[in-house]
């Protein structure tokens, strides 16, 4: 009898440090807003966000290809330690994108702040888009642009995100900042612990622009890095949807949070429509003295000036 | 007026009526309202080493309870700690029931002895503890010690006693209890973490 050698270690996959958006990913979250707005005390603000979510999944299967920075470029950012995605030049496809969303969106349904701002919009000429773009990447930003920053900032995301699904993974790589988007160098809106085979209970961060996610240890400040006094704050007695599914991951040695979402506790759960469901977990934490280090894009102008 | 950078990540009861949810003609009132109903609960999360045997895998450990003083802490969750290269988030049934080791009311906390002939366990110090295990293996090591084996080479053996080491011990302890055992003479040394 022939002898039959035997693996004892076959090849396990290995854990994917860099997950770029699904091509669906503006579509389960317009789902997860819609599911997250019954009996929700911002109910209507929810449902609008997820009229918002659809169009941007509309609008990002209506542009066939979205322009990725040219190779050279590319690699020259790869060489210098920066995202292959350029903030500072963005495509002009993005103003399409935006004006297909705000064509979608605007019916008699809408209040009269939101008609306005989307009317504002329609006709607003290039160059004015431009500058709320270039405001709102730049993050110092203006009180009463509240009201158009959040649709500017849905057709960049779709832009973004559109870009980085043409992607190759393996050509990501770590930057010296943990904190920042390895794929277009923006700060992250939530941290999301997921399931699956390979990277079941790994923590990602996810990118408030261009839905990229990138792996870093759990139990760790995703601001300073010091795994020393992280804590975890949860709502407490509510019932609601998303129950324990939503944390916020507070560090003292830096003062900072941001929100962590489990996907073992909800499967479904989005870190950017779970993220805006739970402000009063926000509203809290503030007051217990902590800053939040990642924006979520769609809301502007939460705070006290 | 203008926000800055950390402002424009900023989410407080506040300011929700100057933000978008406002501006857009939806109304912030009911959910400001609601937040005085919720209370925070608080965890902390930190990472350890399973303490049962020598694959010494990652954990997990959730506790309740701040560092203040009239706080009592409590650990409430362990988990397989899925960053650790060694188990990769995953325990054995023994580590999963860590918790329950931690806080079994079997669980010895503090030196106990039955004196020969008693059927009663008696707790005692530290250094009683110490001292006791001391005189015995002196004892023991008087009685039973080989400098000479049958040839007459010097061998300087302890045959009756034998240590086995813990795989939570870190190379400097292993260095020390090395030195420290092997110049009594202890022949049988072996450590958890030698699989």
Known sequence: MQSQPIDFHPPSEEAAPYLLPAADVFA??????EHLAC????????????????????????????PLPEAQARELARNHGMPPLNLGE?????????????AALDDETLPEGARATLTGLQTADDSRLEKLAATLLEGEISADLAGELPFIAAALQVTYTGMALRLDPASLQKLDAPAVCPCCGSPAVASVVRLGA??????????SLCNTEWNVPRATCTTCEDDKEIALHELEGTAGKNAGAVRAETCDACKSYLKIVYQDKDPNVDPVADDLATLALDMLVDEAGYERSGPNLLLIGAYSG | MNMNRRQFFKVCSAGLTGSSIAVMGFSPTAA????????????????NICPYCSVSCGVLIYSTGDKSKNSQSEIIHIEGDPDNPVNRGTLCPKGAGLRDMI??????????????????????????????????MKADRDANFIAQNADGLTVNRWPTMGALVSSASSNEAGYLTVKTLRGLGVTALDTQARI
Not at chain 1, 28 to 33: E, I, K
Not at chain 2, 32 to 47: D, N
Not at chain 2, 105 to 132: T, Y
Request: net charge positive; glycine share 2%; charged share 35%.
């Open chain 1, 28 to 33: 389960g979250r317009a789902r997860r807003f």
């Open chain 1, 39 to 66: 009996d929700h005390s911002l109910a209507e603000w929810l449902r609008f966000l997820a009229r918002l979510s659809q169009a941007q999944h509309d609008a990002l299967k209506a542009i066939p290809e979205f």
């Open chain 1, 90 to 102: 963005r495509p002009a496809v993005w103003r399409d994108a935006l004006r297909q969303m705000l």
């Open chain 1, 198 to 207: 390979a990277i079941n209970n790994l923590r990602y961060l996810h990118c």
């Open chain 2, 32 to 47: 400001l309202a609601e937040v005085r109903t919720f209370k925070l609960a608080r965890a902390t999360e930190t990472r």
């Open chain 2, 103 to 136: 806080q079994s009311k079997d669980r010895l906390k503090w030196p106990e002895v039955r004196e020969a002939g008693s059927s009663e366990w008696k707790r005692i110090s530290w250094n009683e503890a110490l001292d006791r295990i001391a005189k015995h």
